[in-house]
């Protein structure tokens, strides 16, 4: 990546197109790589190929999830029929199971919706594996709006939902470890820190961190500067868990805490022409972060040590041509990032 703070737009040869037959929302990257070495490949080098999946974003029950194949020494991405499958209801969050180098050929992969599901994607098909449910009466689920998968302590995924509550799975027993009230509103995201830490954001507009050796109490460490508007996303920076991003509802910023220094933010991103919808932290370094928004642009930004007078510009900007709903960075290939918008999925080279 480029380490100067001169802005640059992307060009049209650092970016690979799947079109989809749907709109598409939900979208993960795979941390696994997927060697092919046929005959005629074998002379000249290993290609790999890494597993994207995405998921519809149609208002009905019949949904579907794509698992992609990327060959990144051909610039293809192709969809594998074989290995796509039915879903019901929009997938709010898909998500392989982190740091799973050790599985060639399988991957979990995990989706929230209705409940938290798990799926194991093999070599020519993807099979259900268990369905999470932890509602007390069978008729209703108050659905997910996220999880995120512990890198830690792989068996734990976290949910958030729209009924206040987080709740903590051990996945390799198919239980609850345990449920809290996290917020008075609706949690619309989460995020693990360390193995037994985790922060999330809410419609009350906070952001609360957790501890799991003491559930009782939870830590305030930002609240939206106007009462209750919502806080949609959240990313902690795994490279620096000193600091976390969020964004707010129908705002052009990118709010980033230091959780050091509570309540007052260390920087906010404000050159989006529109409201934002994603953000992720680069898997390789602490400085750099992507936002995207309805604004059609996808941000690369560099986090000075000292912000100045005038605030941050980007270093990178890219246009999609219409609202980007969706941004992923991949954590085995940083130099490509995904971004969802419409029936597209893109992925840019930075």
């Not at 992720?280 to 930004?301: E, K, N, T, V």
Request: hydrophobic letters at 35%.
């Amino acid at each position: 990546m480029d380490n100067s703070t001169q802005e640059s737009n992307l060009g049209a040869e650092n970016v690979v197109t799947y079109e989809s037959p749907y709109p598409i929302y939900a979208m993960a990257f795979s941390s696994t790589t997927t060697a092919t070495n046929s005959h005629a490949l074998r002379r000249h080098h290993n290609s790999n190929h890494h597993r994207i999946a995405v998921g519809s974003f149609i208002e009905e029950f019949s949904n579907r999830v794509d698992i992609l194949s990327f060959d990144d020494e051909t610039l293809t991405l192709k969809s594998d029929p074989s290995r796509s499958f039915e879903h019901p209801y929009p997938p709010t969050k898909l998500m392989f199971q982190p740091n799973s180098s050790l599985r060639k050929s399988h991957d979990l992969l995990a989706s929230s919706g209705d409940y938290l599901r798990l799926w194991e994607v093999k070599d020519a098909s993807t099979e259900p594996l268990t369905v999470l449910n932890n509602s007390k009466s069978s008729e209703y689920c108050a659905p997910l709006t996220s999880f995120d998968w512990n890198e830690v302590e792989p068996r734990r995924i976290g949910t958030s939902s729209i009924d206040t509550t987080c709740t903590i799975w051990d996945i390799e027993r198919g239980i609850v470890e345990t449920q809290l009230i996290a917020h008075d509103k609706e949690v619309y995201d989460i995020a693990w820190g360390e193995s037994g830490v985790f922060a999330s954001v809410s419609a009350d507009g906070s952001v609360r961190i957790f501890d799991l050796r003491d559930k009782e109490h939870s830590t305030i460490i930002y609240e939206s500067p106007q009462p209750d508007t919502p806080l949609l996303r959240l990313a902690w920076n795994k490279q620096d868990l000193r600091y976390m991003a969020t964004i707010l509802m129908d705002s052009n910023k990118v709010v980033i805490l230091d959780i050091r220094s509570p309540a007052t933010p260390v920087a906010e991103l404000e050159r989006h022409g529109a409201s934002v919808n994603a953000i992720a932290w680069a898997p390789h370094s602490s400085r750099h972060i992507c936002s995207a928004g309805d604004d059609a642009q996808a941000l690369i930004w560099e986090l000075p040590t000292v912000a100045g007078p005038n605030g941050i510009d980007p270093m990178l900007m890219y246009s999609a041509g219409t609202e980007i709903n969706q941004l992923q960075w991949s954590p085995v290939q940083p130099d490509w990032i995904g971004i969802a918008f419409a029936n597209k999925l893109q992925l840019l080279k930075v």
